[in-house]
């Protein structure tokens, strides 16, 4: 029976593989940066569904820094507040009808006020 050797001279040739680029970091990247200081996120869902009618009434009768804001008039399950205190960030809640409630740049302080009105309507 014959047999087949492969000679040790056969190698197949190496492929050197490129390094990649790493994506760096920027310091000047406004998408995720604002002032020095990062964006924070929030989101919660405390209910099933909101009554954001009720909820829009409930959330203008709140003192001066939170004001509801019109997003579109394609847009009818959210409400958007933005939040105006001393500084220069923007901050931004959005309530939607489906039962999550989002905060964007928003004081620990202020999602404690906002939430207790959201929860305090759905109780």
Known sequence: ?????????MKLPVLKRLPRKKPAWKE???ANQYEG???SLTAYATADWYDLNQLKQRLTSLSKPFQLVHISDLIENVLCIQIHRDGTK???????DDGAVIFW???HDDEKIILKEVTKTFV
Do not use: D, G, R
Not at 90 to 96: D, G, L, P, V
């Open 1 to 9: 029976m014959p047999t087949t050797e492969v000679s040790s001279s």
């Open 28 to 30: 000047s990247n406004f």
């Open 37 to 39: 200081q990062y964006f």
């Open 90 to 96: 923007k901050s931004e809640a959005f309530i939607f």
């Open 105 to 107: 740049n928003v004081k």
